[in-house]
């Protein structure tokens, strides 16, 4: 009993050193002046572009991430083919790699003089410095997420339950989104938020494709960076309330969901 | 013949699951596949359910060959030993949704699973999510989940192997009254030789990826055609070339043209049945079943010296060895 109520302090402690506190202290030093300059730095029209900009790149990420990683964990957990093992490795590697690298990597393969950058822009496209590199460097570095996952969840599934469906006339369509998706709902979820709040919180990738442009290609997290290094600490404060905000909200909303789903 | 298998063979890496199989099964019959584990029994009906895909061989479903369907097309109902409910869905969702992926009228969904949980007798349950059902509760729901869809056969998987023994028999019974009701072509697999012998009206005897005998339970009990058959229907002593049952030998207290003596090691009280542990003069020891009347009519004690002799014996030759 003391053991374990022992246990619990420490563990609070904790969270509160590491996270509740200096979340709370940048909510803190944002509204320490009232509500009134928080809503001017994030009504700016760079804080609203930067905004715009995250959620636009989310908006593309997380379903394109979500049906592939999908994908990627349904072969994975149920087929046995050579190179399996490298094809998983191959997805984790994002969250080995530091982001700052992914980004060095993009802009040699999309940049001016890289393997596809003069092919997309003689088509009208700049991937780097630009929207879409953006995006390309969320896309990898939350690649891993839902699959990960999914891939222990699906396994402890197992088949039967979709050769109970298959036999009873359902198509591996209907099997995916009917049985297989609501069984594994909990992981499928939270690899989902995983992958929300890392698109969302993505800084050292996007920085190096960015450019880094305010209100052309700037997303918020860069957005809060450039606040801080110009000694906007109220604007840096406020957009970084806003960025934790919406990370809040999306585990509610999911939870919330998740919630509906079961009786 | 609504189901006909020839000559199917499968290997998984290098286990031969199947070695040639070849059955019928008579339209309206419940056929029971019987053997040990690892016997193949349970692949062979993957296979026919389209589970599985033989490495060679052919099958017919009510005369149309169905060996490169899938299973959604076969027109099969399938019971799995550990019920594969639906976790996530109510009962009658469970029930309703072989017709719900046939994108069946609401209306006509409904009536027709209230039909199968009276059927099934899980009325008042529909709204009841499987983890609040007990086993033998599940098992029915998946029964009447395959019988949704008016399958043209029904397969079922050890579907009473992960009950305890109460139940089991119950849904024995059951099975079979429900049988009797919808005259549904029916293939088991069990391991229990009692419960094939009670819920069939034919059994199919398999061993080492082979069928080894065909026939209603009697004559398999009666006529075994090889000996591996004689013993899985129960104990069986060997005498010299013979096989004798347990209750085929019979016991007396003088020669009374018996020519075989033993010693009597130990009594084993079943209620109606006594079993006797003998051993012979040579050293072979024998199991006899005799009626708790016979039993005492003889005074029969541990350590007392009988005679024996076989009422019904066989001797298989050459060839139907094991």
Request: overall charge neutral; glycine content about 8%.
């Amino acid at each position: 009993m003391k053991a374990r109520f022992g246990l619990r302090a420490i563990a609070g402690v904790y969270l509160a050193l590491v996270l509740v506190g200096p979340l709370v202290i940048v909510f803190w030093s944002a509204f320490r002046h009232g509500v009134g300059p928080v809503w001017d730095a994030i009504s700016s029209p760079d804080a609203v572009a930067a905004l715009k900009l995250t959620l636009l790149t989310a908006a593309i990420a997380v379903p394109a991430n979500t049906i592939f990683g999908i994908l990627a964990a349904l072969v994975l957990a149920r087929r046995r083919f050579p190179g399996r093992r490298a094809v998983s490795a191959l997805i984790d590697l994002p969250l080995a790699l530091s982001p700052v690298v992914v980004g060095l990597a993009l802009v040699l393969v999309w940049g001016r003089a890289g393997w596809f950058g003069p092919w997309a822009i003689n088509h009208g496209v700049s991937v780097i410095f630009s929207t879409p590199g953006i995006v390309l460097a969320t896309m990898v570095v939350s690649l891993p997420f839902v699959t990960r996952e999914l891939v222990p969840v699906l396994r402890e599934l197992g088949i039967e339950q979709q050769e109970a469906a298959a036999t009873l006339g359902a198509n591996p369509l209907q099997i995916v989104w009917r049985i297989t998706l609501p069984a594994v709902r909990y992981g499928l979820i939270y690899g989902v938020v995983l992958t929300t709040a890392r698109v969302i919180g993505e800084f050292g990738a996007v920085a190096v494709v960015s450019g880094n442009i305010a209100g052309q290609s700037q997303t918020m997290t860069l957005y809060v960076e450039d606040r801080f290094q110009e000694f906007d600490l109220v604007g840096a404060y406020s957009a970084s309330v806003l960025l934790a905000c919406i990370s809040i909200a999306t585990v509610v909303v999911l939870r919330l969901l998740n919630r509906r789903g079961v009786q | 013949m609504t189901i006909e298998v020839r000559d199917i063979s499968k290997q998984f890496d290098r286990h031969v699951a199947l070695d040639r199989v070849s059955l019928e099964v008579p339209r309206g019959s419940l056929t029971a596949l019987l053997g040990p584990s690892g016997s193949g029994k349970s692949t062979l009906l993957r296979i026919i359910a389209g589970l599985e895909t033989p490495d060679s061989g052919r099958i017919w479903i009510d005369g149309s060959d169905v060996t490169g369907v899938r299973p959604q097309r076969r027109g099969i109902g399938f019971v799995f030993q550990h019920y594969a409910a639906f976790k996530h869905m109510t009962v009658r969702n469970n029930i309703g949704f072989g017709l719900s992926v046939r994108r069946r009228p609401k209306a006509e969904i409904r009536a027709r699973v209230d039909e199968l949980l009276a059927i099934v007798q899980l009325e008042g349950l529909g709204d009841r999510y499987p983890s609040q059902l007990s086993g033998g509760q599940r098992q029915r729901m998946a029964l009447a989940r395959a019988l949704a869809v008016d399958p043209a056969v029904l397969l079922l998987d050890e579907p009473f192997g992960a009950l305890d023994a109460r139940v089991r028999g119950e849904l024995r019974r059951w099975l079979r009254r429900l049988h009797e009701q919808t005259e549904v072509t029916t293939v088991l697999v069990t391991h229990d030789q009692e419960e094939a012998m009670e819920v069939a009206d034919r059994i199919a005897v398999m061993d080492h990826a082979q069928i080894r005998q065909v026939g209603p339970p009697r004559e398999l009990y009666d006529d075994p055609s090889n000996p591996f058959v004689m013993e899985f229907f129960g104990t069986v002593n060997r005498v010299g070339d013979a096989f004798v049952r347990p209750h085929d030998l019979k016991l007396h207290r003088s020669p009374n043209g018996a020519t075989q003596t033993a010693t009597v090691e130990r009594l084993v009280h079943l209620g109606f049945v006594v079993r006797a542990d003998l051993v012979k003069d040579d050293g072979q020891a024998l199991t006899a079943q005799l009626t708790a009347d016979e039993a005492e009519h003889l005074g029969l004690e541990v350590g007392d010296n009988v005679f024996v002799a076989a009422r019904r014996e066989r001797v298989f030759l050459e060839g139907e060895g094991i």
